[in-house]
């Protein structure tokens, strides 16, 4: 639970960067695209494509198409789009019940449109919502032209919608992927938020988390926020929230633009504990504060609390932050906040996929007296006595990095006839959102199942997130039935360990 909901008097937190569709938020052309899209479905107009940036909405936009529609359209979701041709037609297949055992691709076909033809007789439709199509195989894309041919007389038997980043655009320019071009009967396209529309956007995540109270986020911090977000709506929530963390320990309600510049800064900080004896210091106490709220909402966002005296990286978007532990404090105000050295990230993996910085040894501050106004920031510490038998920590994911290397080792050593189940395929470059995504998988199954692979993209940008490796197709099957309910989010699907190595061969070399 984050740490400042009874602070701010908030139900839940407004901020959070996974889907959560009673947060969609209407405003900035959003909600004017939904209406197209349920119009576009229900008239069934065919194929239908949604381009935008990273992080400007286009899953949550998609969620809440998902509840919009009608009770007679049956949805079809398709969240890993680095499936084969073959692997498409029979996750499309398995939704709506069809047994696929043994089939080949024509066999496969056929049964489709006969379940198709089926549906389309008793009066209802069919929708497959296909998410980040960008990152499909051309031909995979190519059969989704072929579905399309999939009609009655008057009317489409399967309608198509495309989610994807602009890349999807170069694809569909491609000469020899006209035809699918021609196809797409409406395009919408979701830019980022502009300037005047983020204050109210802001301010209705809040409502809708509860708030009832005066506006929180004053002129200059929202300006902060602005300048650094780029008016796209992951970034907003990952500054807004570690804003309220900062005014959270800063014990104010009144939101500053230096607690919006921290929160972006996420300068790298280590406090600690001080004694009953320099409380009276905290009084006056702001700089280091800042610092220390990044923390808080760092360990919130991890799940995780550090042993006492000790320092952890968490990840942040383009800069790595030093978390304090659990018993931490501020120390004496200053015009700017003394920040570690900055840990150096490693060099790219060959694969292509970004590495995460490495954490720093564990930092135990020393004791120092207050000083003059005229130094910049003297930390207040004194050392606390550790437990006699300190509590373990609770598991943790062991990072992008160990993922990754644990991938590699499963496509270099597993044989290619064994099986996995993909729970999702992400932007390698969204390292905050893949890091948090990770840990709170592992808090649910055996984070040492947990393994990332490279899977395409411009750059080799993609990463796909694997659980588990499995002798054949039917217990691979199992253990995706046997799944919590936080992992079938992004509709996982049992593959063939060759058709991920597939995969990584599209991974340009770096």
């Known amino acids: 639970m984050t740490m400042y909901l009874d602070h701010f008097g908030l139900r839940e937190a407004p901020f959070r960067i996974t889907p959560h569709t009673e947060f969609f938020f209407g405003g900035a052309n959003r909600g004017a695209t939904l209406e197209a899209l349920l119009y576009a479905i229900t008239a069934g107009e065919g194929m239908v494509k949604v381009t935008g940036e990273v992080g400007t909405g286009k899953t949550m936009l998609c969620r809440v198409l998902m509840e919009r529609l009608p009770d007679r359209v049956e949805t079809i979701y398709l969240a890993v789009p680095s499936l084969s041709r073959d692997e498409m037609l029979a996750a499309i297949c398995g939704d709506l019940g069809i047994d696929t055992t043994g089939s080949n691709t024509n066999k496969m076909v056929r049964a489709l449109q006969d379940k198709l033809i089926a549906i389309h007789s008793a009066g209802r439709q069919v929708v497959a919502l296909i998410d980040e199509a960008h990152a499909m195989p051309l031909a995979t894309l190519e059969e989704i032209r072929l579905l399309s041919n999939l009609e009655t007389n008057k009317e489409k038997l399967l309608q198509i919608v495309l989610f994807g980043q602009p890349e999807l655009d170069q694809h569909l320019a491609l000469a020899h992927m006209r035809q699918l071009k021609e196809r797409i009967t409406h395009s919408f396209t979701l830019g980022p938020l502009p300037p005047r529309e983020i204050d109210e956007y802001v301010k209705f995540r809040l409502r809708a988390a509860g708030y009832h109270g005066p506006d929180l986020f004053g002129p200059e911090a929202l ?202 395929v992400t932007d390698a470059r969204e390292r905050e959102y893949l890091e948090t995504w990770l840990v709170g998988a592992g808090r649910t199954v055996e984070p040492g199942k947990l393994l990332l692979v490279p899977a395409g993209g411009p750059e080799g940008t993609r990463v796909g997130v694997l659980f588990g490796t499995y002798p054949d197709r039917a217990k691979a099957t199992e253990a995706l039935a046997a799944l919590p309910a936080n992992l079938r989010q992004f509709k996982p699907y049992v593959r063939s360990i060759e058709a991920i190595r597939e995969d990584t061969r599209r991974v340009p070399a770096r």
């Open 223 to 424: 300006r902060v926020i602005t300048d650094a977000s780029e008016g796209l709506t992951r970034r907003i929530n990952i500054y807004a929230d570690k804003t309220l963390l900062a005014a959270f320990a800063a014990g104010t309600h009144t939101l500053t633009a230096d607690h919006a510049r921290a929160a972006i800064t996420d300068t790298q900080i280590v406090v600690t504990q001080p004694s009953s004896s320099h409380r009276t210091g905290l009084a006056v106490a702001a700089a280091l504060v800042i610092g220390a709220a990044i923390g808080f909402g760092a360990a919130n966002l991890m799940h995780w609390r550090a042993p006492a005296q000790v320092a952890a990286v968490v990840p942040a978007p383009q800069v790595a932050a030093v978390v304090p532990a659990p018993q931490v404090a501020a120390a004496v105000p200053a015009p700017q906040v003394a920040a570690a050295p900055a840990v150096a990230a490693p060099a790219p993996l060959k694969t292509g996929v970004p590495e995460p910085a490495s954490p720093p040894p564990p930092v135990i501050p020393v004791a120092t007296p207050p000083a003059a106004p005229a130094v910049t920031a003297t930390v207040i510490a004194e050392p606390t006595p550790a437990p006699a038998q300190p509590a373990p920590a609770p598991a943790r994911s062991e990072g992008v990095a160990a993922r990754l290397a644990a991938g590699r080792t499963l496509l270099r050593e597993s044989a290619s006839s064994r099986w996995a189940v993909q729970l999702m």
